[in-house]
T-cell receptor, first 111, second 121 residues
Framework: QKEVEQDPGPLSVPEGAIVSLNCTYS??????FMWYRQYSRKGPELLMY????GNKEDGRFTAQVDKSSKYISLFIRDSQPSDSATYLC???????????FGQGTELSVKP | EAEVAQSPRYKITEKSQAVAFWCDPI?????LYWYRQILGQGPELLVQ????????DSQLPKDRFSAERLKGVDSTLKIQPAELGDSAMYLC???????????????????FGEGSRLTVL
């Protein structure tokens, strides 16, 4: 069993839809949780960075962490075609430590 | 805007040949990472440097892979000999040294380069 599980999709939604992306993990020592966006043939770029449990909002993006359930989510409101990319969850035990990535979910937002 | 530079962007080689990738991190970033991303999977850490020292190379196949960061700035990842299973994207990332204290936005954030895509025939 992988430490971090993520549904690979692909996920296709119409423009304006609310998108929910999720990851589950098995290592209860993870404390730092991140979401990266990766466009085709590019390197990942950081979208959201949260510590421990709770919610964090940044514009159309909301990250949620539920450590009791070992479950993290990324919500995208009013999705745009420019949001079409692969979304990777990542987590680490210590700040700046080794990141363990999920498989990535490929998202397509149709105009 | 500061960015992580990688070269080459694309490399096609035959198995048993040697191949090398170069990375120049964001200026001032003490920590440098090499990740391997197989198509359809998430990146996996190969090696992490803090300045010129290796912090973690537990997932680096040391019989064929080597990495160095001699002056604590740019880094080279080498594969010799290349095997078919090495076909992947090799990503370099860097981050600023953590100063300690409570978490703040950007602390420990990894900045990735555009990657070097390797195809082994």
């Amino acid at each position: 069993q992988k430490e971090v599980e993520q549904d690979p999709g692909p996920l296709s939604v119409p423009e304006g839809a609310i998108v929910s992306l999720n990851c589950t993990y098995s290592n209860s020592a993870f404390q730092y949780f991140m979401w990266y966006r990766q466009y085709s043939r590019k390197g990942p770029e950081l979208l959201m960075y949260t510590y421990s449990s709770g919610n964090k909002e940044d514009g159309r993006f909301t990250a949620q962490v539920d450590k009791s359930s070992k479950y993290i989510s990324l919500f995208i409101r009013d999705s745009q075609p420019s949001d079409s990319a692969t979304y990777l969850c990542a987590m680490s035990v210590v700040q700046g430590g080794k990141l363990i990535f999920g498989q990535g979910t490929e998202l397509s937002v149709k105009p | 805007e500061a960015e992580v530079a990688q070269s080459p962007r694309y490399k096609i080689t035959e198995k048993s040949q040697a191949v090398a990738f170069w990375c120049d991190p964001i200026s001032g970033h003490a920590t440098l990472y090499w990740y391997r991303q197989i198509l359809g999977q998430g990146p996996e850490l190969l090696v992490q440097f803090q300045d010129e020292s290796v912090v973690d190379d537990s997932q680096l196949p040391k019989d064929r892979f080597s990495a160095e960061r001699l002056k604590g700035v740019d880094s080279t990842l080498k594969i010799q000999p290349a095997e078919l299973g090495d076909s992947a994207m090799y990503l370099c990332a860097s981050s600023a040294k953590l100063a300690g204290g409570p978490i703040s936005i950007g602390t420990g954030e990894l900045f990735f380069g555009e990657g070097s895509r390797l195809t082994v025939l």
